[in-house]
């Protein structure tokens, strides 16, 4: 059964940083791409960050730029996003992305930059 957990999210005020993880299983990690994804309240889904399955980052939004870093371990199947300088324009849910021939998906979890 494939499973993509993500955690690490929460409520942090600007400026802040917060650490997502997101944990796989049920398929080979390290033959995937693996992405970070999100969607605020009445926008689309779109893309943040992504990471080739050797390592190399090949996407960042424009927005996150010099603030966020994508990574991975394929020894814990496991891909990260550090995010600092949290702006309230950065609320959204955070959903973690895998994608070969087909394509998963987590749940989700929430990012709220607030003071």
């Known amino acids: 059964q494939v499973q993509l957990v993500e955690s690490g999210g929460g409520l942090v005020e600007p400026g802040g940083s917060l650490r997502l993880s997101c944990a796989a299983s049920?398929?080979?990690?390290?033959?995937?791409?693996m992405s970070w994804y999100r969607q605020a309240p009445g926008k689309e889904r779109e893309l943040v960050a992504r990471?080739?399955?050797?390592?190399?980052?090949?996407n960042y939004e424009d927005s996150v730029k010099g603030r966020f870093t994508i990574s991975r371990d394929n020894t814990k199947n496991t891909v990260y996003l550090q995010m600092n300088s949290l702006k309230p324009e950065d609320t959204a849910v955070y959903y973690c992305?895998?994608?070969?021939?087909?394509?998963?998906w987590g749940q989700g979890t929430q990012v709220t930059v607030s003071s």
């Open positions: 049920g398929f080979t990690f390290s033959f995937y791409a």
């Open positions: 990471i080739r399955n050797d390592g190399v980052v090949t």
């Open positions: 992305h895998a994608s070969r021939i087909v394509v998963y």
